[in-house]
């Protein structure tokens, strides 16, 4: 494994627990009843509130990284194949 392949990895594995969070913060915002119930009163309405707005940048930085990436892996693939 090359070391661009290593970094997608990791990248995609942050976007993807980022995501999950993300989507679990928010509905312990919406719905903190059964999020409290679920994490046994771990993360509460506040809780889920402060965790969600300080993922807001993280999120959006490796989401950046992650297009990045992405647009220059098919830029070094159509280089290859025309050459």
Known sequence: MDRFSLVRTVVHWLVTVLIILYIFTGLGITYYYV??????????????YQLHTF??????????????????????KRNINVA
């Open 55 to 76: 993922l807001l940048y993280p999120f959006i930085i490796v989401l950046v990284l992650h297009i990045a990436l992405s647009l220059i892996q098919n830029r070094q």
């Open 35 to 48: 999020i409290e119930a679920v994490t046994f009163g771990w993360i509460s309405k506040l809780g889920a």
